[in-house]
């Protein structure tokens, strides 16, 4: 219970919710394509279960990949993964994937399409989330994860509107989502345990245990996604 008290808790619980924000906006538009063909009677019974379907299954998705980041050189693999997330998520959509997604006039066949389509979506979502419990620590991790995705929900099912409309006002927000990935990149990769347990690879140089290359992981991931991403963006816009 002392661990929930915690600034770093608190700070990995806004970081899960504004990560879910910013990659989970598309799971609104799939909840209602899918939906938009069932009776008005069974739109919100086919929300409620389409949706509690994908977050039970993104926590199952979650907790492996919590496992896998035990593993050497994988907290590598998704530090790089979160940076291609961050400078991605800078750049202008090329096309509109949810033209694909086909509404049922059947509730557990829209359901089934919400999970699906969530399934699909979610690897960059289960990649961030999972990379942002981890500086948490300890035996609060998936706790930690389920009250994350518990309240990002309403933000995302009914207040995904609000949140594109600040968005498209204040590009800001996603530059700092960006960012905010690439920090958690950062701090991800100097905490794989090939670079800082001396059991692990023992061969290998180790990072000191000093808090501050945490730090500095963090802020030059954060930087790296900004740049890329800027980079990238000026030279679409100058092609285009």
């Known amino acids: 219970m002392q661990a929930l008290m915690t600034p770093e808790f608190w700070i990995a619980v806004g970081q899960i919710i504004m990560i879910d924000i910013l990659l989970g906006g598309d799971n609104a538009v799939v909840i209602a394509l899918a939906c938009r063909k069932l009776p008005p009677a069974q739109r919100t019974k086919g929300i409620l ?16 990949a919590l496992q896998l980041l035990a593993i050497p050189f994988l907290k590598l693999v998704g530090a790089i993964l979160l940076v291609w997330i961050g400078v991605k998520l800078l ?8 033209a694909n997604i086909e509404g049922s006039d059947k509730l557990w066949g829209a359901v089934k399409t919400v999970i699906v389509a969530d399934l699909v979506m979610s690897v960059d979502n289960v990649i961030a989330i999972a990379g942002a419990a981890e500086t948490a620590g300890g035996d609060h ?41 690439g920090w958690i990149a ?5 905490s794989d345990p090939a670079l800082v347990n001396p059991e692990v690879m023992p061969l290998l140089p180790k990072l000191p245990p000093e808090g501050w290359i945490k730090y500095a ?24």
């Open 49 to 64: 279960w389409g949706t509690a379907g994908a977050i039970v299954l993104r926590v199952i998705l979650i907790f492996f």
């Open 91 to 98: 750049l202008p959509e090329d096309d509109d994937g949810h």
């Open 141 to 181: 991790t998936m706790p930690l994860v389920i009250f994350g995705l518990l309240v990002s929900i309403p933000i995302i099912v009914w207040g995904s509107q609000m949140v594109i409309k600040l968005m498209d006002r204040y590009p800001l927000i996603i530059t700092a989502g960006a960012m905010l990935l």
């Open 186 to 190: 950062g701090t991800m990769a100097v």
């Open 217 to 240: 992981a963090g802020v030059s991931g954060a930087l790296l996604v900004y740049a890329i991403g800027s980079g990238l963006r000026a030279r679409r816009t100058a092609v285009a």
